[in-house]
């Protein structure tokens, strides 16, 4: 039933609202992740926050401003599993870079 | 080319199989150019998220000390130290741009022309002053800091080569984005949507889905600064 009520929002155009509301939240959203460097968080806090506000930021555009929300899952899928490959490259890419410090430690610092 | 009518055919789930599963074409009711528009933003993706991993490499895995962007990019307005503040601004310039880009497509659908082609120049101006400000960026760090992309006065050399190339990557998005933006308020004003004028390159008609894709191409503009605000400067 939901998905029947998607459906017919779309072959309508969406009303201004939504899309106010969304442009004032990627507002907010942007501050706050400002506000992040302004009050000079650090450490755990400092990235999760950042990464936090990134997200939902993201999220937002493509859900509302892309329209990615009202479309099919046929190309919602397309384009969205891809990204998984993307996060399988960054956990590799974070134990290769340790891996290289931990060698560069080893050889410049300490001298092997 | 008739319309499908996507609200009689399955959704969810069932609907991704269905599609899948026909013959003929699988994005049901996906004009083909926002169906390649979205495909080229996927590649596009792909990219920058490259650059991106390749800065978190280079950043993790060097001993020197990385430039804390709060203070290589901060301003001094008024005698107090602001961080970040001309990439607070360019943030929200940004966001503003989708904002009103959004709208233009939502006026376009309505076949609105007046209100979609000039939302679409704003979002055009919006697009200039963030390549402005960028300019202005670029310059005060390489002709007053001396930051070049094989070393700079502020730590770890790498950080110039990744700033330019990143930066750099996205601005020249932004400017192409900006070119296209203009091209297609005078298209709008001009009513090529209304009238089936024929486009100058492609000899096509065209009508208010090309603002759709047009669309798609800012928002990743503006999505993919989202990514680069909290990897390289936040971080």
Redesign the interface.
């Known amino acids: 039933m939901e998905?029947?009520n998607?459906?017919?929002a779309s072959?309508t155009?969406?009303s201004?609202g939504i899309?106010?509301w969304?442009?004032g939240l990627?507002?907010v959203f942007?501050t706050f992740?400002?506000l992040?460097?302004?009050y000079?968080l650090q450490g755990f806090l400092?990235?999760s926050l950042?990464?936090f506000?990134?997200l939902l930021?993201?999220g937002l555009?493509?859900a509302?401003?892309?329209?990615l929300y009202w479309?099919?899952?046929?190309?919602v899928?397309?384009?969205l599993w891809?990204?998984t490959a993307?996060m399988v490259?960054?956990s590799i890419?974070?134990a290769?870079?340790?891996y290289?410090?931990f060698t560069?430690?080893l050889f410049?610092?300490m001298g092997g | 080319m008739s319309e499908i009518d996507?609200?009689k055919?399955p959704?969810?789930?069932k609907?991704?199989l269905h599609?899948?599963a026909a013959d003929q074409t699988?994005?049901?009711?996906?004009p083909w150019g926002k169906?390649m528009m979205?495909i080229f933003l996927?590649s596009d993706?792909?990219i920058f998220?490259c650059f991106l991993?390749s800065l978190?490499?280079?950043r993790?895995?060097?001993?020197a000390e990385w430039p804390y962007p709060?203070e290589v990019f901060g301003l001094t307005m008024f005698g107090v130290e602001v961080?970040?503040l001309l990439i607070?601004i360019m943030?929200?310039v940004l966001?503003?741009s989708?904002?009103t880009?959004?709208?233009a497509v939502?006026y376009g659908?309505?076949r609105n022309r007046k209100m979609c082609g000039y939302l679409i120049l704003a979002t055009a101006v919006g697009g200039l002053t963030f390549v402005g400000m960028q300019a202005f960026e670029w310059s005060k760090l390489i002709f007053h800091d001396g930051v070049r992309p094989w070393g700079n006065p502020f730590g770890a050399e790498q950080f110039g080569a990744f700033f330019f190339m990143i930066t750099g990557f996205h601005g020249t998005h932004v400017s192409i984005g900006v070119i296209f933006l203009f091209i297609f308020a005078r298209k709008t004003l001009r009513g090529d949507f209304d009238t089936g004028r024929r486009g100058y390159f492609t000899s096509m008609k065209s009508d208010y889905k090309a603002i759709?894709i047009l669309?798609?191409y800012w928002?990743?503009v503006?999505?993919v600064w989202?990514?680069i605000?909290?990897f390289f400067?936040?971080?």
Request: charged content about 15%; overall charge neutral.
């Open positions: 998905q029947n998607k459906k017919s072959t155009t969406h201004i899309y106010l969304i442009w990627l507002f942007s992740s400002y992040v460097d302004w000079n400092r990235w950042i990464i506000f990134m930021k993201a555009i493509m509302i401003f892309m329209h479309e099919r899952w046929a190309i899928n397309v384009l891809p990204m993307i490259f960054v890419m974070v290769e870079s340790e290289t410090f560069r430690v410049f610092v | 996507t609200s055919l959704q969810g789930g609907g991704f599609d899948f699988t994005f049901k009711g996906v169906a979205w996927l993706t792909f998220s991993i978190m490499t280079a993790a895995s060097t001993t709060s961080p970040l607070a943030t929200f966001i503003t989708s904002g880009m959004a709208l939502k659908y309505e759709e669309g798609l928002h990743f503006d999505l989202v990514f605000f909290a400067y936040l971080w």
